[in-house]
């Protein structure tokens, strides 16, 4: 079965520094994609960003962007320039497609919870 | 992306009551996810609601327990019956959508239930 591990409960980031979320995840599966969900105190869940696994290249998306190391199965988080916007609970998830039945499915790590300390 | 209008947002109900959370979508989708996250915790999938049959549940959630509606595809309801404090819980109802051939998810606002 997959799982996904969120080594760090907690971070705290001054403004305008760099900050790195761990995220580490298990499966035998290759054909899968790797998220960062973002959930501020509001609730509402937003995609942060995506990373397929068969591609080599890291994503990025603006300040966001990833370390992508499939085969220690690592998949980090990098917030530059942080803002004070950026306080929120943040969930790695995994998600691989179910061929047999057109479905697919999402397992989520336990979060880190990140503050942005002006 | 697709829209989700979740409701109610929150609510506080007594032990051995139900409470029925709906999830109004504005666009047609296939599929429909509901999610319980319990206090400080991750997000546990509760069911996948298809339109036109019943829905799946995850191991550990049942059908009487966790009666879901999906009637059309852009709406579909949750009712957590019986209820204890136990069940005191955010519920995130979600679709996914393509996008560059990833599904990815959206999420409404979630309905906080308080069980007393």
């Known amino acids: 079965a997959q799982t996904v591990t969120q080594s760090q409960p907690e971070m705290s980031v001054q403004e305008a520094e760099t900050v790195t979320l761990s995220c580490t995840y298990d499966?035998?599966?290759?054909?899968?994609?790797l998220f960062w969900y973002k959930q501020p105190p509001s609730r509402q869940m937003i995609l942060v960003i995506r990373?397929?696994?068969?591609?080599?290249q890291n994503a990025t998306e603006n300040r966001f962007s990833v370390n992508f190391q499939k085969a220690a199965k690592s998949f980090s988080l990098k917030i530059s320039d942080s803002q004070l916007g950026d306080t929120a609970m943040y969930f790695c998830?995994?998600?691989?497609?179910?061929?047999?039945?057109?479905?697919?499915?999402?397992?989520f790590g336990t979060g880190t919870r990140l503050k942005v300390l002006a | 992306s697709a829209v989700i209008s979740q409701k109610p947002s929150r609510d506080i109900c007594q032990r051995g009551t139900s409470l029925t959370i709906q999830c109004q979508v504005d666009?047609?989708?296939?599929?429909m996810f509901w999610y319980r996250q319990q206090p400080g915790q991750s997000l546990t999938l509760i069911a996948t609601a298809n339109q036109g049959s019943e829905a799946t549940y995850e191991s550990g959630f049942v059908i009487d327990k966790f009666p879901i509606s999906r009637p059309n595809l852009t709406f579909s309801t949750l009712t957590v019956s019986n209820l204890s404090p136990e069940d005191s819980s955010i519920y995130l109802c979600?679709?996914?959508?393509?996008?560059?051939?990833?599904?990815?998810?959206?999420f409404g606002a979630g309905s906080r239930l308080t069980v007393l």
């Open positions: 499966t035998s599966e290759n054909n899968y994609y």
């Open positions: 979600s679709v996914g959508g393509r996008t560059y051939g990833a599904n990815v998810l959206t």
């Open positions: 998830a995994f998600m691989n497609p179910i061929s047999t039945s057109g479905t697919y499915k999402y397992i």
């Open positions: 666009s047609q989708v296939t599929m």
């Open positions: 990373q397929e696994a068969y591609k080599q």
